[in-house]
């Protein structure tokens, strides 16, 4: 069976930090990429950072370079997102997911094959 499971969501003010996880199982780790997709409420579920391991490819929204970073861990199948300056507007559901490897050139919900259960983040001003 197939598992997503995020964790590291919470609370900050404006300007905070917060790094969130996702750790998989039930897949090969290397066959897939990894992204992480934010839904504020009322609004479409959007890409926000994608990795792919097997190719050390990364994806960044416009709206979080600079700010957030992406990384994996092959030998603990996790991946993280650091979340560094946030801003209100970051406020959303973060879900983490996985796609082939295939098409790591790709960020984009179009693709996912699995999905984690969300982990809500919301930034204070």
């Known amino acids: 069976e197939v598992q997503l499971v995020e964790s590291g969501g919470g609370a900050v003010q404006a300007g905070g930090s917060l790094r969130l996880s996702c750790a998989t199982s039930g897949i090969s780790f290397d066959a897939y990429a990894i992204g992480w997709f934010r839904q504020a409420p009322g609004k479409e579920r959007e890409a926000v950072s994608c990795i792919s391991s097997s190719d050390n490819r990364t994806h960044y929204a416009n709206a979080v370079k600079g700010r957030f970073t992406v990384s994996s861990d092959s030998a603990k199948m996790t991946v993280y997102l650091q979340m560094n300056s946030l801003k209100p507007e970051d406020t959303a559901v973060y879900y983490c997911?996985?796609?082939?490897?295939?098409?790591?050139?790709?960020?984009?919900?179009?693709?996912?094959?699995?999905w984690g259960q969300g982990t809500q983040v919301t930034v204070s001003s």
């Open positions: 997911a996985a796609y082939s490897s295939y098409v790591s050139q790709t960020c984009s919900t179009y693709w996912i094959l699995y």
